[in-house]
């Protein structure tokens, strides 16, 4: 199963990536904006989402608002 980015990129474990739109996190008052940079990446199994940490909580992303970086 490939994960890939907006871009087409595959994504890895351990990547970094960037937001490519702002985001509010449903179920919290965390606002991700443009441009702000996760590292630690985890693939989930759905190639659609992945998993990551920001701040002290684990938040799922999906990968049509990332980039690699």
């Not at 890939?4 to 509010?24: A, Y």
């Not at 702000?36 to 190639?47: A, G």
């Not at 989402?49 to 999906?62: D, F, H, P």
């Amino acid at each position: 199963m490939d994960t890939k980015d907006s871009n087409g990129n595959l994504l890895q474990d351990g990547d970094c990536v960037t937001l490519t739109k702002d985001l509010k996190v449903k179920g919290s008052s965390i606002n991700l904006k443009r441009g702000t940079t996760i590292k630690n990446i985890r693939l989930t199994d759905d190639d659609g989402e992945v998993e990551c940490r920001q701040g002290k909580s684990t938040i799922v992303l999906k990968t049509c608002f990332l980039k690699k970086v």
